[in-house]
């Protein structure tokens, strides 16, 4: 009992389970926007997408063991540590990619599945090397965050050129770049200390903080892009104008004249319950419109 305890901790860890059962929320969005009626697919393409997703950070664990070592928030993780072996790391990843491009292909096709391939490659192959390049990395990473939504909304029969598809990606888009600006802003020192390139190498705190709330006002702003996309649900546009208006009212200190005393912890907070909001007010829209 004990070994499958300690062994359960570890899995979750190196899946980055909080994270990854969000992306497969944001999969579950897609997949109800664009369903035509619901049915039991959502949970197939959610549990090929969290696999995805845990396979794909557990990839991210053993690309990045040396550096995690370093720092302070991730030297207690299971590969710096020795709680797993780098081989037990591998097959745990291998494994959880192969069965959820393996349910994504059965299920869905050769689209979803190739979608899936797409966000491992974008996300370990592309944007994992560049953010030890360039603190700007986060822009074109930021694309990670659109598949998810995109293979759920494939999933459930939609087009992939739909106009709602695409305000729906820009949406979960704009949100990884605030959303790691401030992940980035919380632990610059520890980042540094690693040799990861950072913001405040390039840009003073003011600069960075004004850029944060430009973004932070864009994802606001483009939530509403989603059910005007498809109208029907004015009171959807209602309350999204709403929580944006708050979004962007409680983030004002970032473009306040004391930016230097703002915590960014509090704008981390917000930006993604709000986000949560957003996915709970489209998806209960649509599921109330069957």
């Known amino acids: 009992m004990m070994n499958f305890r300690k062994y359960q901790d570890i899995y ?14 944001s999969g579950a969005v897609g997949y109800i926007l664009a369903a035509e009626p619901m049915d039991i697919g959502i949970i197939l393409s959610s549990l090929g997408i969290f696999l995805l997703s845990s396979g794909s950070s557990a ?20 590969l710096p540590t020795s709680k ?35 966000a491992i490659v974008w996300y370990n192959v592309i944007y ?5 390049v360039s603190p700007l990395a986060v822009v074109p990473g930021a694309v990670i965050g659109a598949i998810p939504p995109t293979i759920g909304w494939v999933a459930a029969g939609g087009s992939i050129f739909a106009p ?10 704009i ?31 003011q600069q960075i903080t004004r850029m944060s709330y430009v973004w932070v006002a864009a994802l606001a702003a483009s939530c509403i892009l989603i059910p005007a996309m498809k109208p029907g649900n004015e009171w959807s546009t209602l309350l999204l104008m709403i929580a944006g208006g708050i979004l962007v009212y409680r983030t004002k200190g970032l473009a306040g004249r004391y930016y230097e005393n703002y915590n960014f912890k509090f704008a981390f907070r ?3 319950i709000y986000v949560l909001v957003v996915v709970l007010v489209l998806s209960v829209s649509k599921l109330m419109a069957f």
Do not use: C
């Open 12 to 25: 979750v860890e190196l899946s980055k389970f909080r994270i990854t059962f969000f992306v497969a929320i």
């Open 59 to 78: 990839i991210n664990h053993i690309q990045e063991w040396k550096t995690d070592a370093i720092m302070q928030r991730t030297k207690s993780r299971p």
């Open 84 to 118: 797993i072996t780098m081989k037990h790391a591998v097959s745990f990843a291998l494994f959880n990619i192969l069965v959820g491009l393996l349910i994504l292909q059965i299920a869905f096709g050769t689209l979803a599945m190739f979608l899936g391939v797409m």
């Open 128 to 132: 994992t090397p560049m953010k030890k």
């Open 164 to 173: 709602q598809l695409l305000a729906l990606a820009l949406f979960f888009f």
């Open 175 to 205: 949100w990884q770049i605030p959303h790691f600006w401030f992940l980035l802003l919380i632990y610059d020192e520890d980042y540094q200390s690693a040799g990861f390139p950072t913001l405040t190498k390039f840009f003073s705190k």
């Open 270 to 272: 917000d930006i993604n």
